[in-house]
């Protein structure tokens, strides 16, 4: 499939209002092998991923980041900040009931992002 060799990363999400139909694991299965690591698909509607810190102030400003990167894409995760040091994002297009390409996108760049750091 020609759109999964590109870069996610160099993707912009698009505006989903609906009318389209979620991706099949076999469209998304490629993105979850070779571009993202950890993240984990649950019942074909999203995908999540945990993140661990050193301390509360370090997960607090990855959180604030990733609000950062959502608002630039225009696609928001939720996010489930815990513990002291533990911090859960989930990805879904709520709008289509599962995961479009823009969850898979967010994903690359948050994930680059956070790779990028000096932490856990």
Avoid: Q
Wanted: net charge negative.
């Amino acid at each position: 499939m020609d759109k999964l060799t590109t870069n996610l990363k160099s993707k912009k999400c698009v505006p989903c209002e609906g009318g389209v139909k979620p991706l099949t694991p076999d469209e998304y299965g490629a993105y979850l092998r070779s571009e993202l690591d950890g993240w984990i698909d649950f019942e074909e509607k999203r995908i999540e991923k945990d993140y661990k810190f050193k301390n509360f102030k370090e997960a607090l400003e990855f959180v604030n980041k990733v609000g950062v990167i959502a608002e630039e894409e225009g696609h928001h995760p939720d996010i489930n900040l815990f513990g002291w040091n533990k911090v859960k994002l989930t990805l879904s297009t709520h709008a289509i009931g599962g995961l479009s390409e823009n969850d898979f996108i967010l994903a690359s760049k948050i994930d680059s992002w956070h790779l990028s750091l000096d932490i856990m």
